[in-house]
């Protein structure tokens, strides 16, 4: 699919849904067109690949930790099988369907479909493991569920997380996931109060998560605390595994405690009973609450995104890029001069000698041969120059690499890359787009509050 279909695409889809990110969506296209000028996306890639259009809910975590019967009862439908053993190894995405009965699609559906998350996400794989790009359907599926809670957003489920025993392609796809996600649901079971063995696994779904700028999307839920019930020691249990994430860096927050009223063991002890039915209430309704918001959030996200693609380009990319460019001319420029120099005391030699044709014409030819040859070596020494710079980036940034091949290409004119105008035209259009994602915030804000009252609210 061009990068133009996959507009159209987006498009259709926001036209009904929110006017303000039908307009976002055109400074996309103006981003896009930005970085593909300067190099740093190819021709048919563009940053509307990098978000989740849908609202996106995922949920990872440890193996029989309740993922799946908590989605079964979010949904109320029995969508994923569930149990103490891992019943499924592929990410599952929900999403709503007009079919009575569950659907069940192959990852394929996904991956050619550029509004869900994982568009394309063969070719992620592929980078990771050679051959497996084209195996998509061993890790992913769709499936469709007739319930009104999941219109309009997605549901992803995660097969039992294991950091020891994962291959490197599922944890590229975990972490994309994570990277795509409006909310991220981590699961972990009580029934395993010793979180230090999963030291691994904790510093891969907690440790790398911490310090995102989003970090506050990640909520770590403890399930089944009533297994907790027979020896009454939640308090321990949970101190436990707080103590554990905390040593990967989560100080506070989001951190809760629940079960499932339909699975739950029997508790003999009616206040230990109320205690925790009290504890999981609470907890439950916070982590619903967050849920049933994604769809705001979403809308605040995509506007934000914007602005960080913006800026990632003006205060990273674009100093990298010029001083990439800049070593490059030095060198261009320094190779000149002494080329210029060794052809001019050549010319100059054979005067003094008197090995140059008397006529006019011969002397001109004499010149025109010098300049040919200046001009010869001069694109060589360019290219090798670039080559090198282009290999020096390679394995630091591609998106540099490429950027730098692209602007040293023999067509540009080196003035052009020396007084670096382009770069500063280029920083002035970014200035725009990161203006118009916080104008679009202001009108997403002007939907849902109104700080002098009346009319303000439209959720």
Not at 222 to 229: G, H, K
């Amino acid at each position: 699919m061009t990068t133009k279909e996959r507009y159209k695409k987006l498009k259709q889809h926001l036209k009904e849904e929110n006017p303000v990110l039908l307009d976002v969506i055109r400074q996309y296209e103006n981003l896009d067109r930005i970085a593909h000028s300067l190099g740093f996306l190819g021709s048919e890639e563009s940053y509307t690949a990098n978000i989740s259009w849908w609202p996106l809910i995922s949920v990872l975590g440890t193996f029989s930790a309740g993922k799946s019967t908590f989605i079964n009862n979010y949904l109320g439908v029995k969508v994923q099988q569930s149990g103490n053993q891992a019943v499924d190894d592929k990410f599952t995405v929900i999403c709503y369907g007009n079919n009575e009965k569950v659907q069940t699609l192959p990852g394929l559906a996904l991956d050619a479909d550029p509004r869900f998350p994982f568009y394309n996400i063969s070719e992620e794989v592929e980078k990771v493991e050679k051959g497996e790009g084209s195996r998509v359907n061993l890790y992913l599926q769709l499936k469709t569920v007739k319930s009104d809670v999941i219109k309009g957003e997605i549901l992803i489920d995660s097969p039992g997380f294991d950091a020891d025993a994962q291959r490197d392609s599922i944890l590229r796809i975990t972490d994309h996931i994570i990277g795509m996600s409006d909310l991220v649901l981590i699961f972990f079971d009580a029934r395993h109060p010793e979180p230090g063995a999963m030291r691994d696994t904790l510093e891969h779904l907690v440790g790398t998560t911490v310090g995102r700028r989003d970090a506050n999307k990640m909520l770590y839920i403890l399930n089944q605390i009533d297994t907790t019930a027979k020896e009454d020691n939640l308090e321990d249990v949970m101190g436990a595994w707080q103590r554990a994430l905390s040593q990967q860096g989560l100080i506070s927050g989001n951190f809760f405690a629940i079960y499932n009223e339909d699975a739950m063991v029997a508790i003999d002890d009616p206040a230990v009973a109320e205690r925790l039915k009290r504890k999981k209430d609470e907890d439950l309704a916070r982590i619903i609450e967050r849920m049933e918001g994604v769809k705001i959030e979403r809308a605040y996200r995509i506007s934000k995104a914007l602005e960080d693609f913006a800026k990632e380009i003006v205060t990273e990319k674009l100093p990298l890029l010029r001083k990439a460019l800049g070593r490059w001319g030095r060198r261009v420029m320094v190779a000149d001069l002494v080329l210029a120099g060794l052809i001019a005391a050549g010319v100059g030699s054979l005067f003094t000698l008197g090995m140059l044709p008397s006529s006019m014409g011969g002397v001109v030819a004499v010149y025109a041969a010098a300049i040919v040859l200046f001009l010869f070596i001069h694109f060589k020494m360019r290219h090798l120059f670039g080559r090198m710079e282009v290999k020096r980036w390679m394995q630091k940034d591609p998106r540099i690499a490429r950027a730098i091949e692209q602007n040293i290409r023999w067509y540009r004119p080196m003035l052009r890359i020396w007084l670096k105008g382009w770069s500063r035209r280029a920083a002035d259009k970014l200035e725009h787009v990161i203006d118009y994602s916080k104008e679009a915030i202001r009108k997403l804000n002007d939907q849902f509050v109104s700080p002098a009252g009346g009319e303000g609210i439209k959720s």
